[in-house]
């Protein structure tokens, strides 16, 4: 079977997180050439993405390397929940520097790269939380509902040059970054661990966790040239937790 993708390199940030890797996975299974970008190195190219200067070198790296740049996927996510009131400064602007701020600093040093030729594809990691909020998620929300006009911003300005610029909004996954959760979770609704995770199922009519494949296939999809049309929007994938 002839890969969907090849020829195709892309850059996924936070690909060394659960749904990075299985991005990055279902990425190459289609014959493209990845470059995964993570902040604690390992087997990913190792840039802070939450900053110009490391996106610009992230960019500059795969230029590099491959001479090209076709896909961005942007990720790399973090999380702190706290009631506003007492809400840390610093963790307030780590959460919009890597989730709102790192993806615009890559959206526009990748820019020339993507808009070079047509077919260009960025695909974001938003969330159900990019509609709707969440108590004590102030900087997450926040920060979800930016990328969304981010992401609409970056399909309006590029479809005329062939770019497209799309989002995917998980629903609960069981990974490292929820499981981080789930102490805090804990704390703020002064309950067990077993009530939390019954709390977060009773939010979809499928109760069961979204696998991070799952979301890797629709990445992946918006990603292929069989998704030309779709541009400036967001796909759940939630079980139905939106609807």
């Known amino acids: 079977m002839v890969k ?18 299985a991005t990055t996975a ?9 470059v995964g970008v993570d902040v604690v190195g390992g087997d990913c190219e190792q840039f802070d993405i939450a900053s110009k200067e490391g996106c610009a070198a992230m960019v500059a790296r795969t230029l590099e390397l491959h001479g090209q740049l076709d ?5 790399a996510g973090v999380q702190h929940a706290s009631p506003i009131e007492s809400f840390d400064d610093v963790q307030w602007q780590r959460v919009l520097d890597v989730c709102l701020n790192g993806p615009f600093y890559a959206i526009k040093a990748a820019w020339p790269a993507l808009t070079g030729t047509p ?18 998620k102030a900087a997450y929300n926040a920060a979800k509902h930016g990328l969304l006009g981010l992401i609409k911003t970056a399909a309006v300005e590029g479809g005329q040059l062939g ?19 789930l102490a805090d979770q804990m704390r703020l609704r002064e309950a067990s661990r077993d ?6 199922l009773e939010e979809q009519p499928v ?37």
């Open 4 to 21: 969907k993708l090849e020829k195709r390199v892309a850059i996924v940030t936070g690909a060394a997180g659960a749904l990075g890797r």
């Open 26 to 34: 279902e990425l190459r299974e289609s014959g493209v050439d990845v």
């Open 71 to 75: 896909i961005l996927v942007l990720n």
């Open 119 to 136: 077919g260009g594809r960025i695909v974001a990691t938003a969330s159900t939380l990019s509609f709707r909020a969440e108590a004590n």
């Open 163 to 181: 770019l497209t610029a799309n989002a995917v909004a998980p629903g609960w996954m069981m990974t490292p970054l929820v499981e981080k959760q």
């Open 195 to 200: 009530e939390v995770l019954a709390a977060f």
């Open 207 to 243: 109760k069961r966790f979204v696998e991070t494949t799952e979301v890797a296939a629709t990445i992946s999809f918006l990603a292929s040239p069989a998704a030309s049309a779709i541009n400036g929007v967001c796909v759940p994938v939630d079980l139905g937790a939106l609807a």
